[in-house]
């Protein structure tokens, strides 16, 4: 937790950088946002892989499979890599690319969650003897 005040103080400082240097370079300046988002999230593999392991232990404990877990799991993650790409295109004033990214972080989504929702209609069907 001690990293965080650390990243919020230099993402100020890089928002207040960016400022000037976007009217200047506008490239550079995307390119310096991607990268200090790069470098964060390289320093916080090691507490996201923590948290999918307390998950996948609190998941054991409740007798759940990884059938349900997975999903959970997989959907976060597309829905992390979708935020990055839309905050990006946005950032770079791509607007039209930043919708088709969220469009398709969706959809993904949608067919993460199928066979679980397949399952629980299924399930349902079965208690109500259909």
């Avoid at 000037?20 to 892989?49: D, N």
């Avoid at 295109?89 to 972080?105: D, H, K």
């Avoid at 067919?111 to 399952?119: H, K, N, S, T, V």
Wanted: cysteine-free; aromatic content about 8%.
């Amino acid at each position: 937790m001690l990293w965080l005040p650390l990243v919020v103080g230099v993402g100020i400082a890089l928002t207040v950088f960016q400022a000037e240097f976007r009217e200047e370079q506008p490239s550079w300046a995307v390119l310096l946002a991607v990268a200090f988002t790069g470098v964060v999230l390289l320093i916080l593999m090691p507490e996201v892989a923590s948290v999918v392991q307390a998950l996948t232990a609190l998941a054991r404990e409740g007798s759940i499979g990884s059938f349900y877990l997975n999903p959970v799991l997989k959907t976060i993650g597309v829905a992390y890599v979708t935020s990055f790409g839309v905050q990006v295109s946005q950032e770079a004033g791509e607007a039209a690319i930043s919708a088709v990214i969220e469009l398709a972080g969706k959809l993904v989504i949608l067919i993460i969650g199928l066979p679980l929702l397949q399952a629980i209609v299924q399930t349902l069907f079965g208690l109500l003897g259909l």
